[in-house]
């Protein structure tokens, strides 16, 4: 099992920036894909980016493309979701999630979120 800790959520103005991490630990073996999604009240959970570890491959969703940036550091076991240009509709609670599936498998879209198996508690941001 994967133990999955998120931080850096907080509140910032529209066009503030945040760096959300989320650190793994346990049986992290195998856990190829690291994902960010979020959701807002009201609204369905939706995925914001993922980043697979072995190529370092990024995808995004639309809606944060250009804005956001996954990236991740393997000696550390953390994945990061630096948030730029920060906008209102950008408020939710994130959360960062692992799985096992690899790179070819949904290509540049983003992988659905019953694929995921570890997930953390979440991390509020709020856009003022």
């Known amino acids: 099992q994967v133990q999955l800790v998120e931080s850096g959520g907080g509140s910032v103005q529209a066009g503030g920036s945040l760096r959300l991490s989320c650190a793994a630990s346990g049986d992290t073996y195998g856990r190829n894909c690291m994902g960010w999604f979020r959701q807002a009240p009201g609204k369905e959970r939706e995925g914001v980016a993922v980043?697979?570890?072995?190529?370092?491959?990024?995808y995004y969703a639309d809606s944060v493309k250009g804005r956001f940036t996954i990236s991740q550091d393997t000696a550390k076991n953390t994945v990061y979701l630096q948030m730029n240009s920060l906008k209102p509709e950008d408020t939710a609670m994130y959360y960062c999630?692992?799985?096992?599936?690899?790179?070819?498998?949904?290509?540049?879209?983003?992988?659905?979120?019953?694929?995921?198996?570890?997930w953390g508690q979440g991390t509020q941001v709020t856009d003022n």
């Open positions: 980043i697979y570890s072995s190529a370092g491959t990024t």
């Open positions: 999630a692992a799985a096992t599936i690899g790179p070819f498998l949904y290509g540049a879209t983003l992988p659905p979120d019953y694929e995921y198996t570890s």
